[in-house]
């Protein structure tokens, strides 16, 4: 059971929009703590995609966006691409735990 | 560019201990922290613990206090991952991450350590 709750999978059609949530709570991130996000290809390591909340690193495409609201965070990917098939990350700081969390993950399957 | 290299994979007897490596390059070792993450197969990313590298300081998840030991070396750019009293549920990949600000910003290749009789 992780600290941060995502739905198990999500699916979109090429050129679709979908959206990931990641809830947590009053001690991760409705307390404050940065919200990043991760994509992890199959048979790869993890890389970050989106950190603290809204930023990209260089590379990452602007169809990949992430917001937070409340106790709640989001990751949109727009104008799917079969590339983008991959499982996806949420992860903050949990201040009742003392340590860092990460999202059950959510993998993502273009059809 | 950041390199995180880790050693290769292994494979254990329930019971035996694995010390895991993650060398790097890049950038000054001493500037970023080192954390370890797992990822039981077909699961998700686990925090299992982590090393400030400038001066030492270790914590730990307390699902694993008292089985994991993080160590780093300075001069050799390496951090080190040992998990001791290995049981099957052990097995896993097991990733090095380097953070700033509390962001995995680069991860090594991963190592994946088999547990079995």
């Known amino acids: 059971q992780s600290v941060l709750t995502q739905p198990p999978s999500v699916s979109g059609a090429p050129g679709q929009r979908v959206t990931i949530s990641c809830t947590g709570s009053s001690s991760n991130i409705g307390a404050g703590y940065d919200i990043h996000w991760y994509q992890q290809l199959p048979g790869t390591a993890p890389k970050l995609l989106i950190y603290?909340?809204?930023n990209r690193p260089s590379g990452v495409p602007d169809r990949f966006s992430g917001s937070k609201s409340g106790t709640s965070a989001s990751l949109a990917i727009t104008g799917l691409q079969a590339e983008d098939e991959a499982d996806y990350y949420c992860q903050s700081y949990d201040n009742s735990l003392s340590h860092w969390v990460f999202g059950g993950g959510t993998k993502l399957t273009v059809l | 560019q950041v390199q995180l290299v880790q050693s290769g994979a292994e494979v254990k007897k329930p019971g035996a201990s694995v010390k895991v490596s993650c060398k790097a390059s890049?950038?000054?070792?001493?500037?970023?922290?080192m954390h370890w993450v797992r990822q039981a197969p077909g699961q998700g990313l686990e925090w299992m613990g982590w090393?400030?590298?400038?001066?030492?300081?270790?914590k730990y998840s307390q699902k694993f206090q008292g089985r994991v030991t993080i160590t780093s070396d300075t001069s050799a750019s390496t951090a080190y991952m040992d998990l001791s009293s290995l049981r099957s549920e052990d097995t896993a990949i097991y990733y090095c991450?380097?953070?700033?600000?509390?962001?995995?910003?680069?991860w090594g290749q991963g190592t994946l350590v088999t547990v079995s009789s």
């Open positions: 603290s909340k809204t």
């Open positions: 991450a380097r953070t700033n600000t509390g962001i995995f910003d680069s």
């Open positions: 090393i400030s590298t400038g001066n030492g300081n270790t």
């Open positions: 890049g950038y000054t070792f001493t500037n970023s922290a």
